[in-house]
């Protein structure tokens, strides 16, 4: 008699961080043009996701509605029960500062400053630590992503794939709970661009963040657990590709 099929326990699902419901975004006009139209959307902490879709398809403009840099025209967005879509300016801004990292195409850095100086500005905009501990944690931030010799340097004497390490370093420097990037690694070579995606997919599955990536690159929409993908400003399917990974989603 052949032994029973262990039992496996159902992966845990985490509960989401942010949930869209609705989420719509229309320019005024003759008629109207819609971006992003009636998005539903739970992003898990843990997982990294990848929005992908045609160009002009509304990919920037769902991922802004969900970073706070734009705000909807109707529908929800919910982050621990409170609706960020009806939050005045001043509330979203500071939400946003605490609890969400961007990271663009381009890196945005500000050239008269160090990497350093770089990472440093967002933890003295929020204003929680003081000087030297601001350098502590961006000194840590810069080793994290593998630049810790190299935090005196102005952008201008970095690479490209080190320039957007200490942009993502900076994204990272108030330990947001979500990480978003539009195209992250869409002005890296192949070898920058791989180290990029490593580090995201660390920072879902080994810190368990939410991190939510718009790309046209179809190898890393393949390495995301997450696959949304949009058409003609709509979500149009959410599919999950992996495993739920058993790191930091607990
Ligand atoms: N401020 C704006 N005013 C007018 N139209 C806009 C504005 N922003 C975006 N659009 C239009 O909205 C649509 C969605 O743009 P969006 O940048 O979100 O698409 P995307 O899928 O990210 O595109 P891509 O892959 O080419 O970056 C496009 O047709 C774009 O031209």
Redesign the pocket.
């Known amino acids: 008699m052949s032994a029973p099929e262990p039992v496996l326990p159902e992966p845990v699902r985490p509960e989401p961080v942010l949930i869209a419901r609705h989420l719509t975004r229309s320019?005024p006009g003759d008629p109207p043009?819609t971006?992003v139209a009636d998005a539903d959307l739970a992003i898990l902490p843990g997982r990294f996701t990848a929005i992908v879709?045609p160009?002009?398809?509304?990919?920037?403009?769902?991922l802004y509605l969900l970073g706070l840099i734009d705000r909807p025209t109707s529908g929800q967005l919910l982050l621990d029960g409170r609706d960020l879509a009806q939050m005045s300016g001043d509330d979203r801004a500071r939400i946003r500062l605490e609890h969400f990292g961007f990271v663009f195409q381009f890196h945005f850095l500000l050239p008269e400053f160090t990497a350093l100086e770089n990472v440093m500005l967002p933890l003295r905009r929020l204003g929680r630590l003081s000087q030297a501990q601001a350098r502590e944690r961006a000194m840590q931030m810069l080793a994290d992503v593998g630049l810790g010799d190299k935090w005196m340097k102005p952008p201008d004497r970095l690479s490209g794939g080190e320039r957007q390490r200490v942009a993502i370093a900076r994204a990272l420097a108030n330990n947001p709970r979500l990480v978003l990037g539009d195209e992250p690694t869409g002005n890296l070579d192949s070898v920058n661009s791989a180290r990029v995606v490593d580090l995201f997919r660390d920072l879902a599955h080994k810190q368990g963040r939410a991190v939510v990536c718009?790309t046209?690159d179809m190898g890393i929409a393949d390495l995301a657990d997450i696959r949304v993908t949009?058409l003609d400003g709509r979500v149009v399917e959410v599919r999950e590709q992996h495993p739920a990974p058993s790191a930091g989603t607990q």
């Open positions: 320019l043009a971006l879709g160009s002009g398809c509304g990919k920037s403009s769902l718009v046209h949009m």
